[in-house]
T-cell receptor, first 114, second 112 residues
Framework: DSGVTQTPKHLITATGQRVTLRCSPR?????VYWYQQSLDQGLQFLIQ???????AKGNILERFSAQQFPDLHSELNLSSLELGDSALYFC?????????????FGSGTQLSVL | DAKTTQPPSMDCAEGRAANLPCNHS???????VYWYRQIHSQGPQYIIH???NNETNEMASLIITEDRKSSTLILPHATLRDTAVYYC?????????????FGQGTELSVKP
């Protein structure tokens, strides 16, 4: 158990809808990272938050947004969903701002867009 | 960050050492070699990392060539639970903001 909690584990929705994925980092970790894993693209870094502020951006679509709350949990919002957004979404955390020597990953949310 | 090249798949007999190679011929002096693994659809798990010296921990050993252009991850006594995708990642030191960017990895199958 990495200490990173993601909910829900599975999510099934329809095209055009909006969903929210939730992540609780390890106790004491201030940075949260979101990754998307699809069959054709592999593991893609989306975005990093540190202590409530956006810190680094990767290949995140404009339809996607994230935020980190004062209690340090983070949410990834996906809107106007398309079939191609079906993927495993992972959250990871680390103690500091600098990506950390090690990232600790949650068990992921499997999103299916039908 | 420098790119890495790994074989797409490898097999290993249970109880034997698994040696996973990684080529990173364009690695820079301030870039570290990291290894993570992902057991079927679970979140990736950190294994080990190093700069130029060989490293060992409770999970594995990392051997980096003297010119740093390649490295080998060694699982000394592979078990069925080591079946996973292993990612070799080259990244700038985390203190300098080195992002963790995953490639395609090597799918290791440990067979009885």
């Amino acid at each position: 158990d990495s200490g990173v909690t993601q909910t829900p584990k599975h999510l099934i929705t329809a095209t055009g809808q909006r969903v929210t994925l939730r992540c609780s980092p390890r106790s004491g970790d201030l940075s949260v990272y979101w990754y998307q894993q699809s069959l054709d693209q592999g593991l893609q870094f989306l975005i990093q938050y540190y202590n409530g502020e956006e810190r680094a951006k990767g290949n995140i679509l404009e339809r996607f947004s994230a935020q980190q709350f004062p209690d340090l949990h983070s949410e990834l919002n996906l809107s106007s969903l398309e079939l191609g957004d079906s993927a495993l979404y992972f959250c990871a955390s680390s103690p500091g701002v600098d990506w950390g020597e090690k990232l600790f990953f949650g068990s992921g949310t499997q999103l299916s867009v039908l | 960050d420098a790119k890495t090249t790994q074989p797409p798949s490898m097999d290993c007999a249970e109880g034997r050492a698994a040696n996973l190679p990684c080529n990173h011929s364009t690695i820079s002096g301030n870039e570290y070699v990291y290894w993570y693994r992902q057991i079927h659809s679970q979140g990736p798990q950190y294994i080990i990392h190093g700069l130029k010296n060989n490293e060992t921990n409770e999970m594995a050993s990392l051997i980096i060539t003297e010119d740093r252009k390649s490295s080998t991850l060694i699982l000394p006594h592979a078990t069925l639970r080591d079946t996973a995708v292993y990612y070799c990642i080259v990244r700038v030191d985390h203190n300098q903001g080195g992002k963790l960017i995953f490639g395609q990895g090597t799918e290791l199958s440990v067979k009885p």
